[in-house]
């Protein structure tokens, strides 16, 4: 056995969370190595959806435009009973883009990883290591972690010693069965066929999300490209996947959707099996050890927030983590990120939870109040435009999240990503650090404090989207994250530049430090 060069982080699992938390790490300067067990892109179609702020992940990593033009909107939900007979449907507008894009995009997996791994290929800091197998992760009593893993070509065995570990693993995570932690179940379990088909025949269906509502076989149909279709049913229990091996075999399923096409027409790209699961690990972190997407939290695909949520827990810790060692943040700093992302997960979780047994539980008696009380839906005030907003819900009060208990309090809360006069968005002119947006234009005194934490200034024009945003949070200023989190608000910006010495570390007390 050899041991390499060491990193400062070292990221297990080259899916699409590893390989965003190793691209913003690079980003901030910060050098990592991502372990895969596969050579290339896992090459079968999972995830399909991401909502608009994890498309707003998606442009700080640097590929908006690409990942643009191999998604394509999707323009809201219609509920079908049992008979295909459509009870509500919640059209989405295109033009309400709170964070500068659509607010449900279909994509097709493989190629999305294709575009994070190309991406990640333009950073010199970030090293992707695929076709090897880590086989063990060890604390060492020095607070670095010692990492084992073959290669799957040779069987040649090495090991490496870094200071972070990031568990991007999966749902059968080594990461986490090695830090002692384990998957609570939420008592959900349900066993899916995953169908994939390609074809150039026009369906003439609507471009939204079809549920079926249908206790006996429930199910969901949604188009994901200009030629790819994606369906997904409810398994009975004396069935398998190999039931529905072929596109003749799935007529009967896919046929309310395709009667437009011939089964010659009807290339079947993939079917599977599927056992989605609801579940939560009981801790996210042990020491410098991290665990991050399926590694910590399973979603039931009701709400399309599975792989979203892996990218969101990368954002959230990626640049606590290069603050820390680069010493521009506390140490503390990275207690928050359990704080913060565990309690959003279990949110999510519940909600998919909730659409789900909504839409598919309670047999005939449930059927017969969806047929009366869904067409009744869109009458109710607010509701109808609640199905359709991709707003999450604000992060968990923290050491790095201030919340009051006052009504429309921002902390916590992603502000929107707005366009200014000139069409640039506030991402764009915020950069990747602490920012500070206000209504009212900071003295010299103000910015100069600014600067030395690293932090920008945003003022806000009159009447603009982010000047009604504060006012609605009936605040003046507030200091935003690099995840583009509220940190705090409060009525002006002299006020929050004073507290940004509570949180951040000046950039003159802090020369010299190296993370290479």
């Not at 020095?142 to 010693?161: F, P």
Request: aromatic share 6%; with cysteine.
């Amino acid at each position: 056995m050899s041991c390499t060069d060491s990193p400062p982080v070292v990221v297990v699992g080259a899916g699409p969370t590893g390989i965003t938390a190793a691209t913003l790490l690079a980003q901030y300067g910060v050098r990592s190595l991502v372990l895969d067990r596969y050579a290339d892109t896992y090459p079968q179609p999972r995830a399909v959806h991401l909502d608009d702020e994890v498309f707003r992940i998606i442009h700080r990593l640097g590929i908006a435009e690409e990942f643009a033009k191999i998604s394509r909107p999707a323009l809201g939900l219609r509920l079908l009973d049992p008979t295909m007979r459509v009870l509500a449907e919640f059209d989405r507008d295109p033009a309400r883009t709170p964070h500068g894009y659509p607010q449900a995009n279909m994509f097709d997996q493989p190629e999305l990883e294709a575009l994070l791994r190309t991406n990640l290929a333009r950073h010199p800091l970030a090293t992707l290591r695929g076709n090897v197998e880590v086989t063990d992760v060890v604390a060492l009593s020095d607070g670095r972690t010692r990492i084992t893993y073959t290669d799957r070509a040779n069987g040649h065995e090495q090991a490496i010693e870094t200071d972070y570990v990031l568990g991007c693993d999966g749902a059968n995570s080594l990461v986490r069965a090695r830090i002692g932690s384990t998957m609570r179940d939420l008592r959900f379990e349900q066993r899916w066929l995953v169908v994939d088909v390609a074809t150039t025949a026009d369906l003439g269906q609507w471009s939204g999300v079809h549920q079926l509502c249908d206790p006996r076989r429930a199910g969901t149909f949604m188009q994901i490209g200009d030629e790819r279709y994606r369906w997904e049913f409810q398994l009975r229990p004396d069935e398998i996947a190999g039931d529905f091996g072929t596109v003749e075999a799935l007529a009967p399923l896919l046929a309310p959707w395709t009667s437009r096409a011939a089964i010659a027409e009807l290339n079947l790209i993939r079917v599977a099996e599927y056992t989605f699961r609801a579940q939560l690990a009981d801790r996210w972190r042990c020491a410098n050890i991290f665990l991050l997407g399926d590694a910590a939290h399973l979603t039931p695909p009701f709400v399309g927030q599975g792989m979203g949520a892996g990218l969101r827990d990368g954002m959230n810790l990626a640049w606590k983590l290069a603050g820390v060692i680069k010493g521009t943040l506390d140490p503390g700093a990275l207690e928050t990120y359990e704080q913060e992302r565990k309690p959003h997960a279990r949110k999510m979780i519940g909600l998919a939870l909730t659409v789900g047994r909504a839409m598919t539980s309670g047999g005939e008696i449930g059927n017969m109040l969806r047929r009366t009380i869904v067409p009744q839906i869109h009458r109710l005030p607010g509701l109808r435009e609640r199905v359709t907003d991709s707003r999450t819900p604000p992060l968990h009060r923290s050491a790095l999240v201030h919340r009051s208990h006052r009504r429309n309090q921002l902390g916590g809360t992603l502000c929107p990503n707005a366009v200014d006069s000139a069409g640039v968005r506030l991402d764009d002119l915020l950069g990747n650090g602490f920012a500070i947006v206000t209504t009212q234009n900071p003295t010299a005194a103000d910015r100069l404090v600014t600067e030395r934490y690293g932090a920008t200034v945003h003022v806000a024009g009159p009447g603009d989207e982010l000047a009604n945003w504060l006012r609605n949070g009936r605040a003046g200023a507030a200091i935003i994250r690099p995840d583009r989190t509220v940190l705090h608000c409060g009525r002006d910006a002299g006020e929050l530049t004073a507290l940004l010495g509570r949180y951040l570390v000046a950039v003159d007390e802090n020369q010299g430090s190296s993370v290479q």
